[in-house]
T-cell receptor, first 112, second 115 residues
Framework: DSGVTQTPKHLITATGQRVTLRCSPR?????VYWYQQSLDQGLQFLIQ???????AKGNILERFSAQQFPDLHSELNLSSLELGDSALYFC???????????FGPGTRLTVT | GESVGLHLPTLSVQEGDNSIINCAYS??????FIWYKQESGKGPQFIID?????DKRQGQRVTVLLNKTVKHLSLQIAATQPGDSAVYFC??????????????FGKGTHLIIQP
């Protein structure tokens, strides 16, 4: 158990819809990262938050957004969903300046 | 395109043998090179990292080698056990003042342990 929790575990929704994925980092970790894992794109970094502020952006679509709240939990919002957004979405956390990231169990999103 | 990649999608080894998983990278500006293990149905798990100014680092049953001349990273697992069956990813990361940036992952090698 990494100490990172993600909800829900599974999510099935239709094209055009909007969903919110939730992540609670390990106690004491200020950085939260979101990753997408799919068969064709592999594991891709989406976005990073550090102590409530956006710190780095990766291959995140404009239809996707995230935020980190004062209690350090984070939410990833995916809107106008397309079939190609079906993937595993992982949240990870780390201490300040750490290269070691702790991954949650993931949320499997299926868009039908 | 990808800044890190792996040579083999699948590697099959006998239980008890040593395993070597290889990775090529292209971004020399990364600060750390890292190996992650992902078991079926789980998130990636950190194994070991190596700072860009080092060439070897050892952990428990694992050794990571970094050859900056040819931009090559390898993970050696000693005395492979059934629990080592997983997909192994190399990754790279840049670290700056406010913390570490996102990981850039390679495609992964599936390590299969034969009894």
């Amino acid at each position: 158990d990494s100490g990172v929790t993600q909800t829900p575990k599974h999510l099935i929704t239709a094209t055009g819809q909007r969903v919110t994925l939730r992540c609670s980092p390990r106690s004491g970790d200020l950085s939260v990262y979101w990753y997408q894992q799919s068969l064709d794109q592999g594991l891709q970094f989406l976005i990073q938050y550090y102590n409530g502020e956006e710190r780095a952006k990766g291959n995140i679509l404009e239809r996707f957004s995230a935020q980190q709240f004062p209690d350090l939990h984070s939410e990833l919002n995916l809107s106008s969903l397309e079939l190609g957004d079906s993937a595993l979405y992982f949240c990870a956390s780390s201490v300040e300046g750490g290269s070691e990231q702790y991954f949650g169990p993931g949320t499997r999103l299926t868009v039908t | 395109g990808e800044s890190v990649g792996l040579h083999l999608p699948t590697l099959s080894v006998q239980e008890g043998d040593n395993s070597i998983i290889n990775c090529a990278y292209s971004n020399s500006a990364s600060d750390y090179f890292i190996w992650y293990k992902q078991e079926s149905g789980k998130g990636p798990q950190f194994i070991i990292d190596i700072r860009s100014n080092m060439d070897k680092r050892q952990g428990q049953r694992v050794t990571v080698l970094l050859n900056k001349t040819v931009k090559h990273l390898s993970l050696q697992i000693a005395a492979t056990q059934p629990g080592d069956s997983a997909v192994y990813f190399c990754a790279e990361i840049a670290v700056s003042g406010g913390g570490a940036d996102g990981l850039t992952f390679g495609k992964g090698t599936h390590l299969i342990i034969q009894p």
